[in-house]
């Protein structure tokens, strides 16, 4: 495998040991970056991190370790946890993301409904988000759309990532780590955006059971990159 050269950023994923930060985590680190797959479990997480090494064959940085911990040593942190863990997973590493680009990936599903809109009163889980962290934090909403199954492939992925977030910078960065992944994203304007992109998944979920899918996505067309 070609060597990469070591990005100076670190990712954290919290929940990256299930299967869409896993995924996400495969695609950092293959990339170049340092990722912290973070866990309730340190253990399940080093697992899940030796795993991903090994499939890279060691040309990477990947460590395990609790959520706080990889909050609290990465310049990045992502979400990749159930919505009903949500607040609390937020409310416990909250203190460590202070000043840090914070990447939500939850989609608000009501169980077991997971095919119908539901969202909460905030708005979407990146204003509960947001509401939690405070100014402090800069919070972008992504990768909602795309289905884990693409991730720990090697192959293109034809649906589009769309990006909202609470300021243009933050977007912007969060947009050099979709590209990173191998996808293709855009810039869909302020978090309040967020309520639309993380409610696809739900029409997304519809259109997999009616027409026997496992990974529906979108596609933006008539734009020019
Ligand atoms: N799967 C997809 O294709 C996909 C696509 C787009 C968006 N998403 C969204 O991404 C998020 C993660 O999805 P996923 O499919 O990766 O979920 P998952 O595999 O069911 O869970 C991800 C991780 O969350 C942690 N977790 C689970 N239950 C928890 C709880 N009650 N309290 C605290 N942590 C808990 C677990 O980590 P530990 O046990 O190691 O702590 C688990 O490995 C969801 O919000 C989902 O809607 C998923």
Redesign the pocket.
């Known amino acids: 495998m070609e060597e990469k050269a070591p990005l100076l950023l670190t990712i954290a994923v919290l ?1 990256g ?5 896993k995924g996400l985590a495969y695609r950092w680190a293959k990339a170049g970056y340092k990722v912290l797959i973070g ?3 340190p253990e ?2 080093a697992h899940v991190a030796s795993e991903i090494m090994e499939k890279l064959e060691g040309s990477s940085s990947l460590v395990g370790t609790s ?1 706080l911990e990889a909050a609290q040593l990465a310049n990045i942190v992502v979400l ?7 607040r ?2 937020i409310e416990n590493v909250k203190d460590a993301i202070k000043g840090k680009l914070f990447i939500d ?3 608000p ?1 009501v169980p077991p409904k997971v095919t119908k809109v539901q969202m909460p009163a905030a708005g979407s889980a990146a204003q509960e988000a947001k509401a939690i962290l405070g100014d402090d934090v800069q919070v972008v909403a992504a ?7 693409h991730l720990l492939t090697d192959e293109d992925v034809e649906c589009d990532v769309l990006v909202t977030g609470s300021s243009k910078e933050a977007r912007t960065e969060a947009l050099t780590l979709v590209e990173a992944a191998g996808l293709t994203g855009w810039d869909a304007g302020p978090i309040e955006n967020s309520v639309v992109v993380e409610g696809l ?1 739900s029409v997304l979920i519809n259109i997999n059971k009616q027409y026997g899918s496992t990974h529906a996505g979108i596609k933006i067309t008539g734009v020019k990159k």
């Open positions: 929940g040991t299930g299967k869409e930060g866990s309730r479990t399940k997480a959520n990749t946890v159930p919505y009903t863990a949500h609390d997973t990936v939850t989609v599903l990768f909602q759309n795309i289905s884990h199954e998944t």
